[in-house]
T-cell receptor, first 109, second 111 residues
Framework: AQRVTQPEKLLSVFKGAPVELKCNYS??????LFWYVQYSRQRLQLLLR??SRESIKGFTADLNKGETSFHLKKPFAQEEDSAMYYC???????????FGEGTQLTVNP | NAGVTQTPKFQVLKTGQSMTLQCAQD?????MSWYRQDPGMGLRLIHY???????DQGEVPNGYNVSRSTTEDFPLRLLSAAPSQTSVYFC??????????FGPGTRLTVL
């Protein structure tokens, strides 16, 4: 069965500092990985997906199949990045998403 | 498009009461799902549907029922509410292999 692990429940950085939110997964097949974000009082929304290989709001994430990781990175954190971030996995043959536990990011001024 | 809508936004129940959380989408998505969000546990899949008339259990289905009589609607029923069902509930929809769109959530408290 697939599993997604986000080891940090809370992460606090200062504005302008680099930030990395960790995500590790276990899945025997070839997964599709996502990062979803939930800003305060807003609904959960897609931030980025690995197959798009794009940078959204300065965030990037690279799928490392050898380490089974999909860490989210941003070189210079901004206060508006403060939010709850969820890593999610989807099997290539299905629609179901499996979410990690979430990381609450706080960017301090 | 309204996207994914959920009602009510907030609900307080007593143990043993039943209720239905409503979810609707106007994007003609075939895939719909219900999650519960609990601190430190992320989002856990309760039930999902891949099309009208087809539903299946997710990770934590006990105590919940669903049906999918139309493409647009996917209600979640709590048969006999328990304090362990206090949570925030999210409905989501998508085309089968596309991005999932989430509703605003329903905050449920069971006393």
């Amino acid at each position: 069965a697939q599993r997604v692990t986000q080891p940090e429940k809370l992460l606090s950085v200062f504005k302008g500092a680099p930030v990395e939110l960790k995500c590790n997964y276990s899945y025997s097949g070839s997964p599709e990985l996502f990062w979803y974000v939930q800003y305060s009082r807003q609904r959960l929304q897609l931030l980025l997906r690995h197959i798009s290989r794009e940078s959204i709001k300065g965030f990037t994430a690279d799928l490392n199949k050898g380490e089974t990781s999909f860490h989210l990175k941003k070189p210079f954190a901004q206060e508006e990045d403060s939010a709850m971030y969820y890593c999610a996995l989807r099997q290539t043959s299905g629609s179901r998403l499996t979410f990690g536990e979430g990381t609450q990011l706080t960017v301090n001024p | 498009n309204a996207g994914v809508t959920q009602t009510p936004k907030f609900q307080v129940l007593k143990t043993g009461q039943s209720m239905t959380l409503q979810c609707a989408q106007d994007m003609n998505h075939e895939y719909m799902s219900w999650y519960r969000q609990d601190p430190g546990m992320g989002l856990r899949l309760i039930h999902y549907s891949v099309g009208a008339g087809i539903t299946d259990q997710g990770e934590v289905p006990n105590g919940y029922n669903v049906s999918r009589s139309t493409t647009e609607d996917f209600p979640l029923r709590l048969l006999s509410a328990a304090p362990s069902q206090t949570s925030v509930y999210f409905c989501a929809s998508s085309f089968s292999t596309d991005t999932q769109y989430f509703g605003p959530g329903t905050r449920l408290t069971v006393l």
